[in-house]
């Protein structure tokens, strides 16, 4: 890990993911914590995973971490529980996803002191492994929290599967949120993405990043708003994309303290990821060079709205 770059805490449970797409179906490491440790260590930052998974966590996704140079000292195993795992199936542009199993939850005190020692912290729960209350929490102690709320915006219904609430996510001192454009939806009560972002900033986060899949994204920075193209690939498997998009946004903003270009290296990366199953194609070889090629064509297209 080269000195001097940015060091990101991921918190969120690693999960067990089944996926069921189009050309088949298999099982793969999944997650916020997954996916946005691998996009942000493959631009060059210095990672560290906080996880509680069960004793049935197979250990070879592990490896995959360790061997992209994540530290995880942070992960608990569990033995009396069992990994967070979902079924995620894909129909069309539609996903249905059900809740399998949940591990416990993440205490966000225990760790806090650790984590005002880095440049940001990246919160991704899938299924409710914290709350608003330590989050708000820790705002008042780490300097730049990011918020992914996907798994405090769940619930789940008598059969496993999930559906999104409105919640109140008003918290002084949010660094960035980053939010899919059908928990936007919930949230804002619109469906047009500019009314989106605008309703979206009203929760007082300095960045704002609304990810629109196909769409590529909106990010509001202050009184500014921009739109980032998606980069035209075709889509094998979308899990992960804006997890993608939110670790790399991070990496790339941090290092470099460019809105810009940190939104054109977010949107290259989720464009790779959906290429191939799961989060494999942020193992390829040489996968951050593609990365920044992409990103400078679609740096010539970020508008500013």
Same mark, same amino acid.
């Given at each position: ?7 990101? %805490? ?17 099982? @793969? ?198 739109? /980032? ?14 997890? /993608? ?6 990496? @790339? ?9 940190? %939104? ?6 989720? @464009?790779? /990821? ?9 193992? @390829? ?9 992409? %990103? ?10």
């Amino acid at each position: 890990m080269g000195a001097g770059m940015p060091k990101i %805490a991921v918190v969120g449970h690693l999960t067990i993911d089944e996926i069921e797409v189009e050309d088949g179906s298999y099982t @793969s490491m999944g997650g916020v914590a997954c996916y946005a440790s691998l996009a942000a260590r493959t631009l060059g930052a210095d990672v560290k995973i906080f996880t509680r998974v069960g004793k049935d966590f197979p250990r070879d996704y592990l490896e995959v971490l360790e061997d992209a140079g994540i530290d995880l000292s942070g992960v608990i195993v569990c033995e009396n529980e069992r990994s967070t795992r979902f079924r995620l199936t894909y129909m069309g542009d539609q996903r249905r996803l059900r809740l399998l199993s949940r591990a416990g939850c993440i205490k966000l005190e225990k760790f806090a002191d650790e984590l005002q020692l880095l440049d940001a912290v990246y919160l991704g729960p899938v299924a409710w492994e914290m709350d608003t209350s330590s989050i708000s929490k820790l705002l008042g102690r780490v300097r730049r929290v990011a918020l992914d709320p996907q798994g405090l915006m769940r619930i789940i219904d008598e059969a496993g599967f999930i559906n999104l609430r409105r919640i109140d996510l008003e918290m002084p001192g949010l660094w960035i949120l980053r939010i899919s454009g059908e928990e936007a939806e919930v949230l804002t009560g619109s469906t047009n993405p500019i009314e989106m972002i605008s309703r979206l900033k009203r929760i007082g986060a300095e960045i704002t990043i609304l990810t629109l899949g196909r769409l590529g994204g909106l990010i509001a920075h202050d009184a500014d708003v921009i739109r /980032v193209p998606c980069y035209e690939t075709h889509v094998l498997d979308p899990t992960g994309a804006g997890d /993608v998009f939110g670790g790399a946004f991070i990496a @790339s903003y941090l290092d470099y303290q460019d809105l810009q270009w940190a %939104a054109a290296m977010a949107s290259a990366m989720a @464009s790779i /990821v959906v290429e191939g199953p799961s989060f494999k194609p942020l193992t @390829s070889p040489r996968v951050g060079d593609e990365a920044e090629r992409r %990103a400078e064509k679609i740096h010539k297209h970020i508008e500013i709205l």
